[in-house]
């Protein structure tokens, strides 16, 4: 008996009902939401600065905390040997701080990369701006993160950055519309704002947790802790749960590699992807920070892991053409690298994703590219290999579609199901390795005309 | 100064005069020959005998060595875990043979892959029905290799296959239209049958090498030797110099490296994947086989390498839905397998290859490929990286356009210029990294809608 991961079962359930084929239907992936989901002390805002050309468009927001201890702060950054501005002064920040920070600076519309000695000035000037304009904090060091996203090669209209700076300190609220605007700043091609909320219980206290991400194209992050440092995909976890600096590294690591590093729209990863976690104790001003050795921290980074799937998959609903959401589920694997590794090949395949597109049920292509995935000599077993298809919760008829059995394809397939089960936005592809116990996800979206139309042109 | 090197200079000369926007033109890629290029000692014919519903439409082909001293073999197969049963079949005859073979017999409609114990017995069935019509050889254990091109996962109609080799077998000839019905044979969703033919000297003698290949898409091959034993591009090189079968499988990897596997439609590597090498010394009955310690080796493994070139730039000038034909070229890298590492990552980026069907000078996109190469840490230095885009021989303005410099964008690029470089159907991408001596080519196209619509719907 197959039971669906909770993961998986929320993206499914996500999908209302049964659809007509063409893009993704987005407007069920805003969700309201009252003031008192939103973490405590934090104060945020965005607006247009001119960044963007397009008036009233929002392309610039920072967050604060405005809690009286120290924030925690980690970050998983892009692996791209060419680190944009942004990635660099955030790197060193976290350093010079020793783990803890004010808040960051976001704009949209230019992605500050490959911008030379000016690019990284004008990313110190962003950071700058943001903290001089704060008060003063009993944080040595702690100074305030950048993240830019948009074009490379091209230089900030700085001016215009800093000029706004100031206005927006003076206008930090945490109202559902100040992180409404927040989650605009972010976007470059997103067709709708990222922004989730949710809360738990910690150490017998309510916590509270906020979370904004963007990302559309150039989705396949490989991101790690700040050593070695080296994303377009841009977020922030942000908490008021009282949380170690290490504590808090250690959980947005494991968080990212099962949520950012799991999801891929077109396989080329950014020179500017960042995720940035705080934890700012305002919950429980009373209780000491959590370490990686207390009680608390599975609790802590499995609601982060899980909290940060939810806004990854956001993305993926999002990608750049996409009219299909595909879960890839590698199952009884050696370990998670390989599990990992067959389920990134299969999201990654240009073959896989156009089929998707096509709702064609060409099992020949996820078998291709799970033997061509880059695992050590060994680890796959042709024969031990099974391919199903799970249906959509929104299917009428729940049971899987098997395809392949330990290495040789069902005799009859039924080519009708298999066209029911594809036409539906979503769908799971399960392989089942046949040789361990791992299992690792991977969420990807289809290859459509629209996808080629966006990226032929992006620039113009 | 800049010179192009050998290669690139024919693949941009290739293209006559400069064009309108769309597909890539064909017609002049299918040559004529004359009969006496043809390699001595082989005979070859190719037939419709039903795999492909279509009547008339060639999909079963066979060659033969008709050469009185034992044919030298060598073969570099896909690295895909799931092999296709002619790849087995292929790979099992290779070590049987000890390097020696009489032919093989190909068929496309269908790829004999994922097919089990059955697909597997079809395959020798091939094998063996080929073998036992040719007269008896002094080579013992030499037998007949397989290659199989097609859809995944179905059965191959394998009565029509072994009741027409006979008839094959008694039409065996080296003209030129036998030559291209064997040509004919390979082909699938490729447009134009792919067959080139040269002679040179070697040791004083004219020796020749005739080669088809086919393949439009899933195409990223990864081959090596039989050990490991692991491609659906497929071709030959056959030749009539006296080569040992050591001294071929070392030329035909050395080639491959340099020629197949460097060039890359859509990034997904198949299951079907082979090149097979033949060398029947029919040219010089009276000297021995070339070996790897023979002053002639170099020159032989050198013409096949560029012989191979010239065939696998085939399959990308008739990439599924191409309208480009982009060299990547990485020089100065640290060795060959950086140089080589880097180049397949811009060749493969998605979003490189819709800017190029966009005819978009994005070159932010190109450094960023370049960024997430899987490449050792420090064998890339950011602020050493140059790169160029290097027009057309069909431009009027043959200088170089500079894009970035040592890791700094240039200040003014005039995209004008651009603008009309990126019209050609040709264009040449030049990394310059800036830390070593090394060098690599790689041959890709853009990303079409028309690559989305072949592909979205295959099987139909």
């Not at 791209?80 to 660099?88: D, E």
């Not at 209209?157 to 605007?181: E, Y």
């Not at 150039?218 to 170690?244: C, E, K, Y």
Request: proline share 5%.
């Amino acid at each position: 008996m197959r039971v669906l991961p909770a993961l998986a079962r929320r993206a499914f359930s996500a999908t209302a009902a049964s659809r007509a084929k063409g893009p993704i239907n987005k407007d069920h992936h805003v969700l309201e939401y009252s003031a008192d989901v939103f973490p405590l002390g934090y104060g945020v805002a965005g607006t247009h600065c001119g960044v963007k050309k397009k008036a009233g468009v929002l392309d610039l927001g920072i967050l604060a905390s405005t809690s009286e201890r120290p924030t925690a702060a980690a970050a998983c950054l892009t692996r791209n040997v060419f680190k944009a501005a942004p990635v660099t002064v955030t790197t060193e920040l976290l350093a010079q701080g020793n783990g803890r920070a004010r808040g960051f600076v976001v704009n949209s519309g230019c992605a500050n990369a490959v911008t030379g000695k000016k690019g990284l000035a004008d990313a110190w000037a962003m950071s700058n701006a943001l903290t001089s304009g704060l008060p003063e904090s009993a944080a040595k060091g702690a100074g305030s993160f950048v993240m830019s996203t948009g074009v490379i090669g091209q230089h900030l209209p700085i001016d215009k950055i800093t000029g706004a700076i100031p206005g927006l300190i003076a206008d930090l609220h945490s109202t559902p519309k100040a992180w409404l605007d927040l989650a605009k700043a972010f976007m470059t091609t997103d067709t709708f704002p990222k922004l989730r909320a949710r809360s738990f219980e910690l150490a017998g206290r309510t916590v509270r947790l906020a979370g904004i991400d963007k990302g559309a194209g150039m989705i396949a992050p490989n991101m790690g802790p700040p050593q070695p440092p080296h994303a377009t995909l841009l977020g922030v976890l942000a908490t008021d749960a009282a949380v170690s600096p290490a504590a808090l590294q250690a959980a947005l690591t494991y968080a990212v590699d099962r949520s950012f590093n799991s999801i891929s729209v077109d396989g080329d990863m950014s020179t500017n992807d960042t995720i940035l976690a705080l934890a700012n104790g305002a919950a429980s001003p009373d209780l000491a920070e959590i370490t990686e050795a207390s009680p608390e921290f599975p609790v802590f980074r499995e609601q982060l892991a899980d909290f940060a799937a939810e806004l990854a998959q956001l993305v993926v609903r999002d990608g750049e053409g996409a009219t299909k959401f595909v879960t890839v589920r590698v199952r009884n694997a050696p370990d998670f690298n390989v599990a990992n590794t067959v389920a990134r090949s299969v999201a990654n395949s240009n073959l896989v994703k156009c089929a998707m597109y096509g709702e064609d049920a060409n099992w020949g292509r996820i078998l291709c590219a799970t033997g061509y995935a880059d695992v050590p000599a060994g680890a796959i077993d042709p024969f031990r290999v099974s391919v199903t298809f799970i249906p959509s919760a929104t299917c009428a008829d729940q049971s899987p579609l098997r395809l392949l059995t330990k290495g040789e394809p069902e005799a009859d397939i039924d080519e009708a199901r298999a066209s029911v089960i594809l036409a539906e936005e979503d769908l799971e592809i399960d392989i089942d390795l046949g040789n361990g116990e791992a299992e690792a996800q991977f969420w990807t979206c289809d290859f459509s005309h629209e996808y080629v139309t966006i990226n032929g042109d992006y620039r113009s």
